[in-house]
Each structure stands twice: as C-alpha cells, then as structure tokens.
C-alpha cells in the first residue's frame, strides 16, 4: 500500500519535533506496517490554524486524485490545530483516500 507522509513544525524558534524527526517516526511505522512511503509534504515554519499551507495543499490534491493510499502523520495537530478543521480535513481525506 501506498503511503505519504505530512509533516509541519510551527516556527523556527519552536521546539517541537523536527520535520526530519517526524520523517523517520513515519518511515519506522510505515515499515512496521507494510507501507510503502512514496512522498514527503512538508510545511516549514506554518502554522496549523488555517489550511493556507502550499505542502498540505498539494497533499489534499494528490489525495483527491488517488495519488495515495494512506496518509502517515507524527500527531493529529500537523493538520491542523482545531478540532473542527481536523474533523474537516480528515473527513475529506477518508472520502479520496
């Protein structure tokens, strides 16, 4: 199965994990699980209170043209940061994906 990866940190003075952190978080679970990563979006210094993000735009596309079968995320938050925008965006990647 076909799989992407999604990864945004906030700013570049924020301590969270590092897109490259949450790349191999990614990469040991799609190997514990028989996925096949065929793609990295990534987000640097953007916030996730708005979907105006170029990577999380060009993944929502590829998702509506079955360009992949699973979506990989370190947390919930990197696609958003409310839960009514994470309720949407999820909504519309479990309908293409």
Do not use: C, P
């Amino acid at each position: 199965m076909n799989a992407v990866v999604y990864a945004r940190f906030s700013s570049h003075r924020q301590g969270e994990q590092s897109i490259e952190g949450q790349v191999a978080e990614a990469e040991r679970y799609a190997a514990e699980h028989g996925l096949t990563i065929i793609h990295v979006y990534a987000d640097r210094a953007q916030t996730g209170r708005n979907d105006n993000r170029e990577q999380f735009q060009l993944m929502l596309s590829d998702a509506a043209n079955k360009k992949f079968d699973a979506l990989i995320v370190w947390k919930t938050d990197r696609i958003g940061r409310n839960k009514e925008e994470i309720a949407l965006n999820k909504y519309h990647l479990k309908k293409t994906v």
